[in-house]
């Protein structure tokens, strides 16, 4: 179960990021195969493997769990800059995210 998640996401992320599982594995100085067998359920990576796989796709490991969040880069300098803003900024910010929510949109 844990193992089909794991390369569903992975897939996911990789694809979303626009490489080849060829390119990736070789990128993290695996062979060419490397990331096909993880994202086939022929294998996990290590714990050192993992951590150069997120370190590859530009998330925390955290990130890669998070399921729900198909956009972690985008979301975390989101929230990094939030964290600037004083109460008021904030708030006018939750307030147009609360409308954009709810509203239907044709935008990308």
Same mark, same amino acid.
């Given at each position: +179960?844990?193992e089909?998640? !794991? *390369?569903?996401?992975?897939? @996911?992320l990789?694809?979303?990021?626009? $490489? %080849? *599982?060829?390119e990736m %594995?070789?990128? &993290?100085?695996?062979n *060419?195969?490397y990331?096909?067998?993880i994202?086939?359920?022929k294998?996990?990576p %290590? +714990?050192? @493997?993992?951590?150069? &796989? /997120?370190? !590859?796709?530009g998330?925390? #490991?955290?990130?890669?769990?998070? &399921?729900?969040?198909?956009?972690p880069?985008?979301?975390?300098?989101?929230?990094?800059n939030?964290?600037?803003l004083d109460?008021?900024q904030?708030? /006018? &910010?939750?307030?147009? $995210?609360?409308?954009l @929510?709810? @509203? #239907?949109? %044709? !935008? #990308?």
């Amino acid at each position: +179960m844990y193992e089909e998640e !794991f *390369a569903q996401r992975l897939t @996911a992320l990789r694809n979303k990021k626009g $490489v %080849s *599982a060829r390119e990736m %594995s070789l990128s &993290i100085g695996q062979n *060419a195969g490397y990331i096909n067998n993880i994202e086939s359920g022929k294998a996990l990576p %290590s +714990m050192s @493997a993992f951590f150069f &796989i /997120c370190e !590859f796709l530009g998330i925390t #490991p955290k990130e890669f769990f998070d &399921i729900d969040n198909s956009r972690p880069k985008l979301l975390r300098e989101l929230n990094l800059n939030l964290k600037k803003l004083d109460d008021t900024q904030l708030q /006018c &910010i939750a307030s147009i $995210v609360s409308d954009l @929510a709810r @509203a #239907p949109h %044709s !935008f #990308p």
